[in-house]
């Protein structure tokens, strides 16, 4: 990462790497080809891939809650420490710790040599600033402190992989629900699929699917199976 990152402040002066702005072409990125912007992509699917780093990705939202009233209202005005349950990001942030947590137990229990446990947790700055940390509730044996630590991803280059798988796992997802058929993808959305394919997320199903069938309509059909299999409606509850 210090080598990558090095090179691309050398060569784009940008000194840490933001995957919405490069995909966008704003800030440091504003006049990059979008050619030189989509390598920049491939080289960190490329590290990602190669390296097998493992990804737990959570959604939680007003959306996801919605299917869970009951649920919903139990947790007004609920807090665990310092943390509010009703806070959709507070809430998101301790259900993530949670899943990190069972795969990191289940990790080491097939590799017992591979990592030591607990680890040290780090978020990036936004709900908190950088440089602040919080107690968690739960999940010491996999977590150090355990405690949450808020920093500056220009400080900790881990931090640029998670936001990296982040961006690929939703943006690609938009790519494709945006997308209507056509005979094949863009350079950049090739990349762009490429790069999410090769993520080693552990809590998403793989499917595979030729690349002209990938679209709106496929998208929220795989979606509606999924909610089925789940045990819920086809579809969202309605906002009317």
């Excluded at 809590?203 to 979606?223: K, V």
Aim: aromatic share 8%; net charge negative.
């Amino acid at each position: 990462m210090g080598i990558f990152l090095a090179g691309v402040l050398r060569d784009y002066g940008a000194d840490e790497l933001h995957f919405t702005e490069i995909w966008s072409g704003v800030g440091p990125w504003d006049g990059v080809d979008p050619g030189d912007r989509a390598k920049v992509i491939g080289i960190m699917a490329d590290l990602m891939e190669a390296f097998s780093f493992p990804v737990v990705h959570q959604t939680i939202s007003d959306d996801t809650l919605e299917d869970h009233p009951a649920f919903r209202r139990s947790l007004v005005g609920a807090r665990a420490g310092e943390w509010k349950l009703d806070r959709i990001d507070h809430f998101g942030l301790l259900t993530l710790c949670s899943m990190v947590s069972r795969h990191l137990i289940e990790l080491k229990a097939k590799g017992p040599t591979d990592f030591d446990l607990p680890l040290p947790l780090f978020v990036d700055e936004g709900l908190l600033p950088a440089g602040r940390d919080r107690p968690l509730p739960n999940w010491e044996s996999a977590i150090a402190g355990p405690r949450a630590c808020f920093r500056r991803s220009s400080d900790l280059a881990g931090l640029q992989l998670a936001d990296f798988a982040a961006f690929t796992i939703t943006r690609s997802q938009w790519e494709i629900v945006k997308r209507k058929r056509r005979p094949a993808f863009a350079p950049p959305e090739v990349v762009l699929l490429r790069a999410a394919s090769a993520l080693n997320i552990l809590n998403l199903p793989i499917r595979r699917m030729a690349s002209e069938g990938l679209d709106r309509a496929s998208y929220e059909l795989s979606m509606e199976e999924d909610r089925a299999a789940k045990g819920l409606p086809r579809r969202p509850p309605s906002k009317d």
